[in-house]
């Protein structure tokens, strides 16, 4: 088998072969609009009700360094232009469009299969490719070519269903997408991308549910679960198709459809199609193949698609309704219902991440939701896997059984999409939510089989399903990480979906394992990371960035430093977040991504461990007996202070997402692929990427991207803002670049710097930290915001305490125990920093018997 080839031809204008994509990243590129899953509203809540209003982490509008997504999505984006928007797309496909032959495209979405059945299906597709219906000749026009299309796409469809009856490949249960079929479309949807202009697919896929009939006449169409209160019917979109002459603008379009999905495209003149996954590595596009000539290709990508039993069976993990994943309790499954969207990365050529807020389902039926839970799992394997046929009655015990695992299945008696759920959205927007079909374009693996002698929601739900079992052989998941504290699952968690790469998958649960229970970090619960995507063997390298989808599930609810009420909530979960810092550094590991959306407030106090620094090891106190010393000292006065405001076991904040940190002693040379969100990264290392040198991530990128956080945080508080104009310049400068950054922030810091008097009233210069400021001078700063006044002389000590930018971090055979100093010096300056300036941060609220647990 060869690998699939990257494209990089001149493009051509009416080739058969896919045109390259060279376009050059425009300057609208942080305009990308943001889609998303609606969550799910709480009982009896009505269905206009914004007591639930989604709530998405804010955001700075810039690319992460690290080159495979964005790092945050921003609640309110500002419109773009659909040509921009596909200029924007045509940017990140740069180089990242890959194609397969059909045969390989459809080897990554279907089950294997057996040499007999592999057989029997090329017959098939061979008889259905003698039964090809014709196509008129198609002149420029592109609208009079719909109706034939869907004429033929259709004929594609039932000839796919056809081979499926009669070869019984069902296997007793039925399809999920068993009532597919295309319509011409070419209007505006019913919901659409916030700051996007109105998408207009030519051709649509749809798929009638349940109890669901056809629709007669026009009827409109919908990204996300279609609403029961619209005056027309409603059909929820499970692919697109557009039309056209030129490949790269078809794909351009198909791209402001697709975010992760499956779609088509369809050259009217030369009467080809192609089709479109967009994944991880890019875009996996199929060989340029003729409708007529290349017929049984269409159908075997429909067979395909009908071959799902499930939407897991597609490599969804979530129907933006629910979760089912393993539970590390007794080897049994966990039904999670989605309470509230928390956060969704913008990737167009990729899988983004997502946050959610869950509760544990603990009954069989979801009744918000008006239908019934299934409870089933996958007819297979993923691809490249080998399948084991045995006869029902021939299955070995289960408890003999390990990699080949035996699972009872009911059929599919779900009604999800019968048109009884609700459309939320986000002030007077409509919000753009996920067909089922879309997010994964490998066929792949689920669940682990529960012990026989557990109890598991098949058990439960047996009443509420049809009585038709059967048993069918599943891939385990690659891994399962659970902290040892995990008893039970709890009401409410986090559920964070994401897809990282395949070197570096285990790296976050491995690091949540180690510090939960912590101060200043998550309740860690378990991840797992159960799907490989495209894992295929080729005779060459992989040359596609391969990556495993990963979740993780934590006890802590928390939202953005931007949410802060008071200057008091924003003090204390900045120094909170610092101390989970620094206890996860003392586990080894560096953070190397610490943002606005990575440090979270939490909804109440939660209990923790009290903040404990560690001691260095022996080696390192023999070799640097000075920095030894230091460090001792810096540690005793961070508990000292620690303790006189009050800080004990109750947790505010939390640092969170440590899906790209490493181990420090893994970090010890310089690198160019450098991790973090541009609008907080320290100016070194944004100045290294811009001149493309190598450099070295360190523990002072962490403490500057600290500070950044904390400006960021003040300048975009949902409070009240000031009249000031200075302050709306510093807000548009910190999200430009790190220059215009930097020189916001000396603004800043020089505001109160500027105020600044010895005894005798005299003006001090702007660098000393000391001196004092007259009430009556302050007053000249009431045009500013309430909590920037609050915190500017805060921000101003804090920035007299930050590390040199440009001294190199120590090298020596005691750097680690130097590097810990340096970290430890830097929460202790900012713990003394809040204590000096405790007057101005509602003093009452510092107090220990306040905050120590009851």
């Given amino acids: 088998m060869t690998p699939p080839a990257l494209i990089t031809a001149a493009p051509p204008t009416t080739s058969s072969s896919l045109a390259p994509i060279t376009a050059a990243p425009p300057t609208t590129s942080s305009l990308a609009p943001i889609t998303a899953t609606p969550p799910t509203p709480p009982p009896n809540t009505p269905p206009n009700s914004n007591a639930q209003s989604v709530q998405f982490v804010s955001t700075p509008q810039s690319k992460r360094a690290t080159t495979t997504r964005l790092a945050t999505v921003y609640a309110q984006p500002v419109s773009i232009k659909q040509l921009e928007l596909k200029e924007l797309i045509l940017s990140h496909l740069t180089g990242r469009v890959w194609e397969f032959q059909q045969d390989e495209i459809v080897r990554m979405i279907m089950p294997k299969l057996t040499e007999q059945q592999a057989g029997e299906l090329n017959k098939a597709f061979d008889a259905a490719q003698f039964d090809t219906p014709t196509l008129p000749t198609f002149g420029s026009l592109e ?65 009638i549910r349940t109890r669901t009939k056809r629709p007669r006449g026009k009827f409109s169409a919908s990204w996300g679960h279609p609403n029961s209160y619209n005056k027309r019917p409603m059909l929820q979109i499970e692919m697109a198709v557009e039309v056209g002459t030129k490949w790269t603008e078809l794909l351009a379009q198909l791209g402001t459809y697709a975010r992760a999905s499956f779609c088509i495209g369809i050259n009217h003149v030369q009467q080809k199609f192609c089709i479109f996954i967009f994944h991880a590595g890019g875009v996996a ?53 989605n309470l509230e969207l928390l956060h969704r990365r913008v990737d167009l050529c990729g899988r983004r991440t997502y946050v959610a807020r869950v509760g544990l389902h603990t009954d069989g039926t979801n009744e918000q939701h008006g239908r019934q839970t299934t409870y089933f799992e996958s007819s297979g394997v993923r691809p490249g896997w080998p399948v084991k046929e045995e006869e029902e009655n021939n299955q070995p015990p289960l408890e003999d059984q390990t990699s080949t695992t035996i699972l009872k299945r009911k059929k599919n008696t779900t009604s999800a999409d019968s048109g009884s759920s609700k459309r939320r959205r986000v002030g007077d927007e409509d919000v753009h939510h996920e067909s ?86 998550p309740a860690f619960i378990y991840t797992l990371n159960p799907w490989s995507e495209f894992k295929r063997k080729y005779d060459g390298p992989i040359l596609l960035d391969l990556r495993h989808l990963c979740a993780t599930i934590s006890a802590d609810v928390g939202r953005s430093l931007e949410g802060c009420n008071t200057p008091y909530e924003l003090a204390r979960a900045l120094l909170d977040c610092q101390l989970g810092w620094l206890n996860i550094l003392q586990r080894d590991i560096l953070h190397r991504d610490v943002s606005i959306g990575n440090l979270l407030l939490l909804e109440t106090l ?51 997402d440590l899906d790209l940190c490493t181990r420090i002693n893994q970090n010890s040379e310089g690198h160019s692929h450098l991790s973090g969100t541009t609008e907080f990264m320290s100016s070194p290392m944004l100045l290294s990427l811009e001149s493309k040198q190598l450099y070295q991530q360190s523990i002072r990128d962490d403490i500057w991207a600290f500070f950044n956080v904390a400006v960021w945080a003040i300048l975009h508080s949902k409070g009240p803002r000031g009249s000031s ?76 305490k930050l590390p040199s930018q440009q001294s190199p971090m120590p090298v020596s055979l005691a750097a680690n125990l130097q590097q810990q100093f340096i970290a430890i010096k830097h929460v202790r300056d900012f713990a003394e920093i809040l204590e000096r300036y405790r007057e101005r941060l509602e003093p009452s609220r510092w107090q220990p018997h306040l905050l120590n647990p009851v």
Wanted: one cysteine or more.
């Fill in 143 to 207: 609208k009079s070519s719909y109706e034939p299309l869907v004429i033929h796409l259709n004929a594609a469809l039932m000839a796919a269903k056809t081979i499926r009856h009669q070869l019984s490949f069902d296997r007793g249960a039925d399809p999920y997408a068993q009532n597919l079929f295309f319509s011409v479309y070419d209007r505006e949807t019913h919901d659409h991308i916030l700051g996007a202009a109105p998408l207009k697919p030519d051709i649509n896929l749809h798929n």
């Fill in 285 to 337: 596009a199929s060989a340029l193949t003729h409708l007529v000539k290349g017929f049984k290709h269409l159908v075997r990508f429909f067979l395909a698609v009908l071959h799902w039993n499930t939407t897991e069976d597609a490599g969804i993990i979530s129907d933006g309704i629910q979760y089912i994943l393993p539970s590390p309790i007794g080897q049994t499954y966990s039904c999670f219902d």
């Fill in 436 to 521: 089922p079909l879309e997010r994964k374009s490998a066929r792949v693996s689920n669940y682990q089989a529960a012990d026989a002698a557990s109890k598991t929601l098949e058990e439960e739900a047996a009443n509420r399903c049809s009585d038709e079992r059967r048993k069918t052989p599943l891939a385990k998941y690659d891994q399962i990480i659970a902290s040892s504290k995990c008893d039970k699952l709890p009401t409410e968690a986090v559920i964070k979906l994401s897809w990282l790469p395949k070197d570096s998958h285990e790296r976050e649960g491995l690091a949540l394992r180690d510090c939960t229970g912590q101060f200043g970090t």
């Fill in 606 to 656: 939660v209990a923790r461990s009290r903040f404990e620094p560690t001691l260095p090891s022996v080696y390192d106190a023999l070799v640097d007996t000075t920095a030894y010393t230091k460090f001792n000292q810096a540690k005793t006065d961070l508990q000292a202070t620690l303790e006189r405001l009050g800080v004990g076991n109750n947790c505010s904040a939390i640092i969170t």
């Fill in 725 to 800: 104009a200075f302050e709306a310049v510093w807000r548009d400068d910190i999200q430009q670049n790190y220059k215009t950054r930097d020189s916001a922030h000396i603004a800043i810091v020089k505001c109160w710097a500027a105020l600044l008097v010895d005894e005798d009233g005299e003006p001090i210069g702007p660098a000393d930290g000391s001196g004092v400021v007259y009430p009556q001078h302050e007053s000249s700063l009431d045009e500013l915001s309430p909590l920037l006044k609050v915190f500017l002389p805060i921000l101003h000590a804090w920035h007299q």
